[in-house]
């Protein structure tokens, strides 16, 4: 039952996106292609574990799709438009053109990056969508409730539907108008692969991490001038560089401080060297996915952890405020600070993100360990207790666990 529940798991993840792509080219109905597709992986766990894990099960999965898609066509209406609309499934009429994009995933990800969404919903309706996180995976993503995420998908399809905004494939001059939206949609799902959110899944999600960066590598090709596509290329390549060297053999998180840097690989590195290096010698102004990137090369330069140019990540901190004035990307900004200037100093900035950043597990985590370096215990382990209930990385939790524990 277990291999059955994991080929279904698996399946999700690799096929999703397939079966959706095939169902909205065939039926031209996004909505209609996501219910499809849920009702098809609902049907695998309910046969396969009596039937057994088919040979092919993406092409089982979009077999039973497409036919739920019919079944459900037919119900709505007996009229013979719609008749003709389930024949589709059977049309022999050559295949709309693919348009610039070859790749399926790809390509459905630049049709749901519509201009005429809002960015957020635009993200997060896509992240659902081809992505296949879940409402609460994304939800963790944006810093923001299940139910407020859910509600913004909603939102997101019911704009899709009152203004017929066409699932057209995007032809190569749309491209660049839509990189934005589906860089960002590749940056949070390459997240949820380097640090899982939910608490019954892996630490980490190589499967997802390599999707990333496989997608913005083909969009790299595609617009190769593009400066913040070669800066989240570089910025994939540089953490997922790191990733054998991240969990412990107990499952456990590990800092980048106790990594063992001999287990990095070195041609990702040397690729997202090369990238940021080539970047640097336009001279055109860096992007925010350019400056993240400048500053995992700092990281990934230094032979050990007591090498690193902390004045030089500060002043890419410094340059990173300017494009995103985040408080995550302040709070990220604290940690530099306090190599330099001292924890003292770094916390007085962190605590002023309390209000901003309070349900959010990392900044409790960070003040944890910048109390602990004061020689504040107590509040250190109070901000620790926070930090792991709110944490959903079961790798981290047993990290903050082990750190809260060694306090006494």
Known sequence: MNDVHEAVTRAHHDEWARVVAALTRRFGDLDRAEEAAAEAFATAVERWPADGVPPNPGAWLTTTATRKAIDRIRREDKRDDKHKEALMAHDDSPPEPLGAIDDDRLRLIFTCCHPALGTEARVALTLRMVGGLTVPEIARAFLVQESAMGQRITRAKAKIKATRIPYRVPAAEDLPARVSGVLAVLFLVFNEGYLATGPDTDPVRPGLTAEAIRLTRLIRALLPDDGEVAGLLALMLLTEARR????????????????????????????????????????????????LAAINAVHTSARDARDTD???????????????????????????????????????????????????HAYHATRAALLRRVGRSQESRAAYDRAIELAGNTGEIAYLTRRRDQLG
């Open 244 to 291: 054998t060297a991240r969990v412990s053999t107990r499952g456990e998180l590990i800092a980048l401080d106790e990594q063992d840097r001999g287990s990095w690989d070195e041609v990702m590195i040397a690729e997202g060297h090369q990238l940021v290096r080539e970047r640097l010698a336009t001279g055109v102004a860096p992007g925010r996915y350019q400056v």
């Open 310 to 360: 902390w004045s030089q990540v500060l002043a890419l901190y410094d340059q990173l405020v300017r494009l995103d004035a985040s408080p995550i990307v302040a709070l990220n900004r604290a940690i530099a600070v306090a190599e330099l200037d001292g924890p003292e100093v770094a916390l007085a900035a962190v605590d002023h993100l309390a209000d901003k950043l309070t349900d959010y």
